[in-house]
């Protein structure tokens, strides 16, 4: 059974979307991604900004590259939820670091915590109605 399939046949809640949606929004978040976070890379990497604000950035770039794996080719609901939720933790709290420094990053990367927040909604719903898949 191929990863598609795999998901595919997962249980899902009526709302989820078709899987026809997600490249097209990743594609969006990602554009956002790259420029919000590389003007923040380089702002660290200058001096404008201490070192450890780059930190919750980083570590949401791992979350988030992490989680097809882990749900896809693991094949595990529970570790692409705590993935998922993490990503999410970790984008709220770089927002609350880099928004004394600089707000414009926050609101530019608004649509990107609304899509995590719908899709951690969507991995509860999956991995609750999947248990023991």
Do not use: H
Request: aromatic share 18%; charged share 10%; proline share 7%.
């Amino acid at each position: 059974m191929n990863q598609s399939t795999w998901y595919r046949d997962l249980k899902k809640p009526s709302w989820a979307p078709s899987a026809k949606i997600f490249a097209p929004v990743w594609t969006a978040l990602y554009v956002i991604i790259a420029w919000s976070f590389g003007l923040t890379f380089y702002c660290v990497a200058k001096g404008y900004f201490p070192l450890v604000v780059g930190l919750p950035f980083v570590l949401n770039l791992i979350f988030n590259f992490a989680f097809t794996p882990i749900e896809f080719r693991l094949r595990n609901n529970i570790a692409a939820l705590v993935d998922v939720l993490c990503t999410l933790g970790t984008l709220i709290w770089a927002m609350v670091v880099i928004f004394p420094l600089w707000a414009p990053v926050v609101f530019v990367n608004i649509p990107y915590l609304l899509w995590l927040m719908f899709a951690s909604a969507l991995q509860i719903a999956v991995t609750a109605k999947n248990r023991g898949r």
